[in-house]
């Protein structure tokens, strides 16, 4: 109980405590079965931010201290990003995808659950008069490594960033950014720089 935050609570009924309460007492009650795994459905559902922080928080650390797999059945991508190590994501009752969580935000970015950024997010304005247009996804340790930066100069291209974002997965920094190039040797930069990334395509 103390290890959730409930010791000021023991003596309260249910209708007494507050959403996130009675979410961390329900996680309480499933811990002293000593489970391996334990389901939330929908657990953030009916909690204000601040809770909703607070109960993501205490679920990952449950997890690393106490090796406990948590299920959790979720429409909220934060939920996902913060929480999960692979995604099951099924749409009409169908599994359309089994994987690690940055995985899964690239290959269904482009459908309904998108959530990172893509050439749809930008003004037309913005894409106006640009040549090529490239998305690239990094991911891990090359997220925070001049990678880019380095094989641009190396074929002497010239970028213009139009939009770049970090997300902080549970299991690891995911960068998405979407540039413009321009110069000579483009078909070579954009070879090395597709094996030097997580993914990349051209989107214009």
Wanted: aromatic share 8%; hydrophobic share 40%.
């Amino acid at each position: 109980v103390s290890e959730l935050g409930l010791d000021h609570r023991l003596s309260a009924y249910p209708s007494q405590l507050s959403g996130g309460e009675q979410q961390r007492a329900a996680i309480a009650r499933a811990l002293v079965m000593d489970p391996k795994l334990i389901l939330l459905d929908e657990p953030t559902s009916a909690l204000d931010p601040r809770t909703t922080g607070r109960l993501l928080d205490l679920v990952v650390n449950l997890n690393e201290r106490r090796s406990v797999t948590f299920a959790v059945v979720t429409h909220d991508m934060d939920v996902i990003k913060r929480t999960c190590d692979r995604v099951a994501y099924l749409q009409n009752g169908k599994l359309h995808f089994f994987g690690p969580t940055h995985e899964f935000f690239v290959k269904i970015e482009n459908n309904e659950v998108s959530d990172f950024g893509s050439p749809l997010e930008l003004e037309t304005s913005v894409l106006s008069g640009q040549k090529r247009l490239l998305r690239v996804l990094f991911w891990g340790e090359r997220t925070h490594e001049p990678v880019l930066w380095e094989i641009a100069r190396e074929y002497d291209i010239m970028i213009n960033i139009l939009y770049g974002k970090i997300e902080e997965l549970k299991n690891g920094p995911f960068g998405t950014m979407i540039i413009a190039i321009d110069g000579q040797r483009q078909d070579l930069f954009i070879e090395k720089l597709r094996d030097s990334v997580f993914f990349l395509e051209e989107v214009g």
